[in-house]
């Protein structure tokens, strides 16, 4: 079993769908990054959660340490937000990342 | 504040050549990271430094693999006697500290012939 799993793995939209992406880890983290790709491109950190819940623009991230549980979600989402989207947790007692192999989003106008 | 840089972005060399990448991270950051990434897969963990000192290597870091940063600014990462499964993404990434946000380089793309 891998130690982080993201579902979907990809992810068709049309524009202004409320997009939820889903990450459980196995491990035991510090802090956990949601990571966003544009295909050739860099990678961007979107961000950075040990509690709770965050919130930037349309973007939404939750975690739930006890069930070992993230989310990310997009609100009215939107072409541009096509990319591919990793969840990474950061180890317990390590600063290195442990990565999802991404879920891929495909928004259409 | 020029973000992390990384060069070259594109390497091809044959099998059995040596490698070397460079990563300049973002001024003042403490913690720099290497990662690769292959086609479809998310990044896996190479090493990481604290400055100058290396804190961690990845089983994944052969001995041919080793990285440097020498005055705690630049990295270097290189690769001895290169193979064709060492083709990937080099990833370099640096952060003010632990726990802080990643901010991350365009990657050098690594092609073994």
């Known amino acids: 079993k891998n130690e982080v799993e993201q579902s979907p793995q990809n992810l068709t939209a049309q524009e202004g769908e409320f997009i939820t992406i889903n990450c459980s880890y196995s491990?035991?983290?510090?802090?956990l990054h949601w990571l966003q790709q544009h295909p050739g491109g860099g990678i961007v950190s979107l961000f950075m959660?040990?509690?709770g819940k965050k919130k930037h623009g349309r973007l939404i991230a939750t975690i739930n340490i006890q069930e070992k549980h993230s989310s990310l979600h997009i609100t009215a989402s939107h072409p541009r937000d096509s990319a591919v989207y990793i969840c990474?947790?950061?180890?317990?007692?390590?600063?290195?990342?442990?990565f999802g192999t991404g879920t891929r989003l495909q928004v259409f106008p | 504040d020029t973000g992390v840089s990384q060069n070259p972005r594109h390497k091809i060399t044959k099998r059995g050549q040596n490698v070397t990448f460079r990563c300049d991270p973002i001024?003042?950051?403490?913690?720099l990271y290497w990662y690769r990434q292959t086609l479809g897969q998310g990044p896996e963990f190479l090493t990481y430094?604290?400055?100058?000192?290396?804190?961690?290597k990845s089983r994944l870091l052969s001995d041919r693999f080793s990285a440097e940063r020498p005055k705690g600014s630049f990295s270097t990462l290189e690769i001895q006697r290169t193979e064709q499964g060492d083709s990937a993404m080099y990833l370099c990434?640096?952060?003010?500290?632990?726990?802080?946000?990643?901010?991350f380089g365009s990657g050098t793309q690594l092609s073994v012939l």
């Open positions: 990434a640096s952060s003010l500290d632990w726990g802080e946000k990643l901010f």
């Open positions: 491990v035991g983290i510090s802090a």
């Open positions: 959660l040990s509690s």
């Open positions: 990474a947790p950061g180890g317990d007692n390590t600063d290195k990342l442990i």
């Open positions: 001024s003042e950051h403490n913690r």
């Open positions: 430094f604290q400055n100058e000192a290396q804190l961690e």
